[in-house]
């Protein structure tokens, strides 16, 4: 019994806060993905991982998820594999807990649905809402929100890694975190009232005032000294808009799709990197519909029986 799943990252949020003394954030799922095998075996509480990352978030998910199905007396072999940087602020942890979930529930042969997925993740630490398809307003910390937005069309989305690294847990325990959420609350409320008027009038620009309008808002938190540049060099040169993660130190630049970059911004931002000291690369990758997915295992024997009856 075994099964597959991949789970898309979330280029940091489109707005992240609270309101009304509740967290939430709007995910921004990208074409950057966690994939986990899950073997199910007999040897119960017997739990191996095959991955150059710590596995003990996935490995909880796989528990809970048996326990969920009453198959408390599996074990499981799990295999990950990633191409999401670890704790930068691409929902990392969450794809694997997502992909996880999925993959166990499929080596069950059980289907699972994205909110008990959700709730799983927030039982293990606060979670983006990247379980979901499309774009969603999540609440992170207790998933008393969960709504579905809609979807993106593609863009390219360049991410700026500084290398940084910032743990979401102990973000999240942070004893001034609540009052100064509190504090930027009106800015919350402007950005996602503008992000519901970005998906009623496909407006993507609107979209990207939200960003801005939550990123600058964030910088009491989770100051990022060159972001204001960034910003500016966004807008000088036609950015849709620029995000943040808001519990980490990426930065997402986002342009139409297949939109021919003016080369003198790679420069300008070089420029204003050095200028603060800050080493950093880009990734470059898309928008994507979200939600994870699970992918069919196929033996031997069942491709040749394929073959068989295809051909018969």
């Known amino acids: 019994m075994q099964g597959k799943a991949i789970c898309p990252a979330s280029c940091g949020e489109i707005i992240e ?8 954030l709007v995910t921004c799922p990208i074409a950057i993905y966690t994939e986990v095998l899950v073997k199910l075996n007999n040897e119960k509480n017997k739990y191996t991982c095959d991955s150059n990352l710590e596995c003990n978030k996935t490995i909880q998910a796989v528990r809970k998820t048996l326990k969920y199905f009453n198959a408390v007396d599996l074990g499981a072999d799990i295999k990950v594999k990633s191409n999401i ?4 602020g691409l929902s990392s942890s969450t794809a694997d807990i997502t992909a996880a979930c999925f ?3 499929q080596a069950l042969g059980e289907s699972i649905s994205p909110d008990i997925v959700a709730d799983i993740a927030l039982s293990i630490e606060p979670s983006d809402g990247i379980m979901y398809p499309g774009i969603t307003l999540f609440d992170h910390i207790e998933g008393k929100i969960r709504k579905r937005l809609g979807f993106l069309p593609k863009m390219d989305v360049y991410i700026i890694d500084t290398g940084e690294k910032v743990d979401t847990e102990q973000f999240n325990n942070m004893k001034e975190l609540r009052e100064k959420n509190r504090q930027k609350e009106p800015a919350i409320k402007e950005a996602l009232s503008i992000v519901f008027s970005a998906f009623q009038k496909k407006d993507l620009r609107l979209l990207g005032q939200a960003m801005k309008i939550s990123a600058l808002a964030h910088q009491s938190i989770l100051p990022k000294p060159h972001l204001p540049d960034i910003i500016d060099l966004g807008e000088k040169y036609n950015a849709i808009g620029i995000n943040i993660a808001h519990s980490g130190s990426a930065i997402g630049m986002f342009f139409e799709k297949d939109y021919d970059i003016n080369q003198n ?4 931002l070089d420029a204003i990197m050095h200028n603060y000291s800050i080493t950093y690369r880009i ?6 519909g979200g939600g994870p997915k699970t992918i069919q295992i196929y033996s031997n024997k ?4 394929a073959k068989e009856k295809a051909e018969g």
Request: proline residues 3%; aromatic residues 6%; hydrophobic residues 30%.
């Open 17 to 24: 806060g609270t309101i009304d003394n509740t967290n939430i």
């Open 85 to 88: 940087p670890c704790g930068i």
């Open 103 to 105: 993959a166990t529930a």
């Open 265 to 268: 911004l790679w420069k300008e």
């Open 283 to 288: 990734t470059k990758t898309c928008t994507c």
């Open 302 to 305: 069942n491709i040749f029986q």
